[in-house]
């Protein structure tokens, strides 16, 4: 079952670093408020051949979180965030599109990448409430 508000149906897996507590965090939020079609992989689970058949490699999944669907390119950084929104109910999905739109992507973009260069040197350190840590499939 779709939740109302999600704008997209088809299953998508979000791929994201478990070994970030910022990320593991993000992950348990958005998986709280999206619908069933989303699964939420961690990347240390993947080897080489699981990435290549998505489309990604080592230093790809090492830059951002990634929505892979099916039969289309993975899309990374602010696009993904914003393509996982649209997943979410209420106000979310018109946040992902103004995320993804043109007038706001060329700004979200740099500062997605410029945040998630920071991880490491921010709150990944920082261990992880079990509340926050939780399985996510």
């Known amino acids: 079952m779709v939740r109302a508000g999600s704008a997209e149906k088809r299953p998508v897996e979000v791929l994201y670093d478990g070994g970030c507590g910022r990320c593991r965090r993000s992950v348990s939020w958005a998986a709280a408020r999206t619908d069933t ?16 058949a998505r489309g990604l490699n080592q230093e790809a999944i090492g830059t951002s979180v ?15 965030v914003g393509a996982l929104l649209t997943r979410c109910p209420k106000l979310w999905p018109l946040a992902g599109r103004l995320l993804r739109s043109r007038a706001v992507l060329p700004v979200a973009e740099p500062l997605y990448h410029a945040v998630a260069a920071r991880r490491h040197r921010d709150q990944c350190s920082v261990p992880v409430s079990s509340r926050d840590v939780s399985t996510i499939a």
């Open 37 to 52: 079609g989303v699964s939420y992989v961690d990347t240390v689970t993947l080897d080489a051949t699981a990435l290549a």
């Open 66 to 80: 990634w929505l892979v669907e099916a039969d289309r390119p993975p899309v990374g950084g602010a696009r993904a």
